[in-house]
């Protein structure tokens, strides 16, 4: 599992690693079912308190991505499609904002922003 921890963020680590193991469900890297680190061994593997990385399983279990089963671990939940289409539609929502932030500081027009972005769409 590849999660990578920023002392220099103002995100709490704990939401760091939420939002990280969250991307990597939604973008399949993690699939259904598949295993997770146990609590110890994840807040061993990060180098940060077990209470953290508690936190962080709860909130993913909390918001439905992962499952615990006591005495055996924390699996990666099967994904209700909705939840997920909702999940996907606020990831590029976040990366059109950014999009559009960089083109107002460069002086982009919205036409010359929509012309680009309808010339990316059609490349892929």
């Known amino acids: 599992m590849n999660i990578i921890i920023s002392n220099s963020s103002d ?3 704990y939401l ?3 939002n990280q ?4 469900i939604v973008k399949g890297e993690l699939s259904e079912s598949e295993a997770l680190p146990s609590i110890r061994n994840l807040a061993k593997e990060l180098k940060i308190s077990v209470i953290t990385t508690k ?4 909130e993913l ?34 990366h059109i904002a950014e999009a559009v932030t ?3 500081q460069i002086g982009f027009t919205y036409e010359e922003l929509q ?6 769409y ?3």
């Open 11 to 13: 995100e709490p680590i």
């Open 61 to 94: 279990e909390r918001e439905g991505f992962i499952v615990t089963v006591a005495g055996k671990g924390s699996y990666v939940a099967a994904i209700n499609k909705d939840m997920l289409r909702e999940t996907k539609v606020k990831l590029i929502e976040e």
């Open 115 to 120: 012309e680009m972005l309808k010339l990316v």
């Open 21 to 24: 193991l969250k991307d990597q």
């Open 55 to 58: 936190r962080a399983y709860d």
């Open 122 to 124: 059609e490349e892929w």
């Open 102 to 104: 960089e083109a107002k």
């Open 16 to 18: 760091q690693i939420v």
